[in-house]
């Protein structure tokens, strides 16, 4: 059973120790809820018969598709950098776990950038040091 399914199994047994005669607040008791829980899914099932969660709006997009673009290009420029120094750089008005969950959606997280940095600057090291090795010998 997934998380949903298990919900909603927790819910018919509060409505069935409702229909057997328990009170509300031995019910939130034996279940560890609040009675403020249980007295809403008794509610929401006496007006509509339904234990599911109600629909729930999308989160509005506060940034535009402009804005995540700089936000992605400032993270590849400096890939050392934080979502709050990103933030701060572009002078956004925006939380900075707006800035990470734009990075997450193109891919990128600053971890994953400082990694690819360090194999690119090994790489580079690794260039130099065997020029600099092949013309010593």
Not at 28 to 53: E, F, M, P, Q, Y
Not at 110 to 135: N, P, W, Y
Request: net charge positive; aromatic share 2%; proline share 1%.
């Amino acid at each position: 059973m997934n998380r949903q399914e298990n919900l909603i199994a927790q819910r018919g047994l509060i409505i069935a120790l409702r229909e057997a005669g328990h009170r509300i607040r031995d019910i939130a008791s034996l279940l560890g809820l609040s009675s403020t829980t249980v007295a809403k899914w008794i509610r929401r099932w006496n007006d509509s018969g339904d234990l599911r969660d109600a629909e729930r709006r999308p989160r509005s997009r506060v940034t535009t598709a402009e804005q995540d673009g700089m936000i992605r290009q400032a993270a590849e420029e400096t890939p050392l950098t934080t979502a709050v120094v990103i933030r701060q750089q572009l002078q956004l008005q925006v939380s900075v776990d707006t800035v990470r969950r734009r990075l997450h959606e193109a891919g990128m997280t600053i971890k994953t950038l400082a990694k690819r940095h360090a194999a690119d600057t090994s790489a580079a090291i690794c260039g130099v040091t065997c020029q600099f090795t092949e013309l010593a010998t």
